[in-house]
DNA sequence: GTCTATATCTCGATAGAC
DNA sequence: GTCTATCGAGATATAGAC
């Protein structure tokens, strides 16, 4: 039963480094070496590279659905969880300066590929992209499904500048303006039933 | 001087080959099986990898230059350049749904990997935030500097979500919504002056 | 289930003929 | 200035002892 740790913590491991150094960098000597463990034992758990992909993968579309699930628990309002989601560029702004959005820069790196793990990653897209079209419905905006897409999009736009230019006022910034177009955008849905 | 020709070649095609698929991606052989060269004619033309990378992020920085060059001497008005800029969106649409955009692609990779050409990439994105910048102030708006970060950042955004989508509409609604900003943003800085 | 040892490949880079 | 030949390092992957 050891195996399944050793499993789950070469897992966590990857998806660590393949996010702060990107897929195609990260080999297995690095993987065995911050797990401690030999490069041969590898293979006893992922038959190849493309495997811990996908394992990677899984993962993180558990533990962002338990994340958003948490949200939609533990957060009252519609209005609160939208700015729970705006607040993950604060929480993880050290790492997004260094390694940008671990959605972002897997999708865009696995696209230039052409990986056949492209759309099961965009998969990690959907996850937000469902939950703030949720949040927007809730509050009664129209077309909830463009919003949260604009709002996935700034996310991204931001976290690519700030990638870019290292710079946490401009990314406070942004986040700032982020609540006010959120507010604009529920008045004008409330505006618009009045 | 047969040899200009070849290392002006070597770097345009190492040029589309990063942006297709990638700098650490990108092998020698492939290049060279591109350019119809030998692998080894290469180091006569450069030392080293990062030499060549260094030489296309000079050509781009060249490139861009002259284009922005260009819309400043071919477009008359200021809110006209602006639209250029967003139009790049739907000018290299496909390619962007396939690779994302070449500046944020590369910054973003470059810092993954703590590369030394970093701040180099960045300069690219300081060319089109002056651009912009300069015309925002043009227009009459306060903290134009800001204005194009932010429109900057749109376009990184979406050149993220066309990356993991490919959906040329929602695009074409993204280049909307920023020309409908664009405009909001002029009239405000029109009204402050009144 | 974990290890060592190794096979095989491709990479970036070098040497030297022409 | 371009070529062929080759190096050493490091990659993925396999075989087999324990």
Redesign the interface.
Known sequence: MRGAETKAEIIAVADRLFY???F??TSFAEIAAAVNIARGNFYYHFKSKDEILAAVIARRMASTTALLESWRREIDSPRARLSAFVNILAANGDKIM????PV??L???L???MHAAREAA?GL?DLFRDFLAEQFAALGCAKAE?LA??L???????A??A???RDPD?VA??MA?MEDWIDREIARGTAARA
Chains 1, 2 share one sequence.
């Open positions: 702060q150094g990107g195609e960098h260094r390694y940008g959005c972002g820069s999708a865009t790196e696209s230039k590929l965009v897209f463009a897409l604009h996935l999009m700034r996310s991204q736009g931001v690519v500048l990638t870019a230019y401009y910034a942004e303006a």
